[in-house]
């Protein structure tokens, strides 16, 4: 089975920066996945994981560590256009998506 | 424009009915999905396609089924609905003989079975 655990909310400040983790127990591991979803939207793709390390992407960045089950997404800048839910997935060793239940974060000016 | 379209937008459905949620994609990606989002339990996944012809099950299957006759169109089917049906479902692509592995997802079709 999958196990993905990310906190259910966060909020920060215009202009600051926010860490989203996320941790997974899973059957087997080919990358990890980061997706954006606006309220009553579809998801979208922020990043994907499969090395350890840190991917940079302009304000976001991914991190992950297989041995410690780990990732986190770091946003940069914020901008009140970034309040959404940010959804961690994995892929197992079955190649199919697992996801979390999401973290809804919420800018304040 | 590219992309994935999903049919109907949203639908009230009585309990009992049959409805078929439509899903097409003009991408050419050889894989698709069919998920459902609830409220504190994320995306499951219901049904997949690896390839036109084949189809298999997800997490949460009962309740539902799938075809793939083509490689655009992905419909999902529930036979007689219930309320615990009540969600949002969201049809993906991908296009995994790229090595890309991106999961492309359409606008969701939200449905209410009383």
Redesign the interface.
């Known amino acids: 089975g999958q196990n993905i655990d990310q906190p259910t909310e966060m909020t920060a400040t215009e202009g600051a920066i926010v860490q989203i983790n996320c941790t997974y127990q899973t059957s087997g591991f080919n990358g990890l996945f980061w997706y954006q979803q606006h309220a009553g939207e579809a998801p979208t793709f922020l990043s994907y994981n499969v090395l350890d390390g840190l991917e940079e992407k302009g304000r976001f960045s991914s991190f992950l560590s297989r041995s410690k089950g780990y990732s986190y997404l770091l946003l940069k800048e914020l901008q009140m256009k970034d309040s959404a839910s940010y959804l961690c997935a994995v892929r197992g060793g079955d190649y199919k998506l697992s996801f979390g239940a999401g973290t809804t974060v919420t800018v304040r000016a | 424009i590219a992309g994935i379209t999903q049919a109907p937008t949203s639908q009230i459905l009585a309990a009992g009915r049959r409805m078929t949620l439509r899903c097409t994609q003009d991408m050419r990606h050889n894989a698709m999905?069919w998920?459902r989002q609830d409220l504190?339990?994320?995306?499951?996944?219901i049904h997949?396609s690896n390839t036109a012809g084949t189809t298999g099950k997800?997490?949460v299957p009962d309740g539902y089924s799938v075809s793939r006759a083509n490689t655009d169109d992905f419909p999902l089917t529930l036979a007689s609905a219930v309320p615990s049906q009540t969600s949002v479902y969201?049809c993906a692509s991908s296009d995994?003989a790229s090595g890309s592995?991106?999961?492309?997802?359409?606008?969701?079709t939200r449905l209410t079975v009383t």
Do not use: T, V
């Open positions: 999905y998920y504190g339990l994320g995306l499951r996944l997949y997800g997490e969201f995994s592995y991106e999961q492309y997802f359409g606008p969701g």
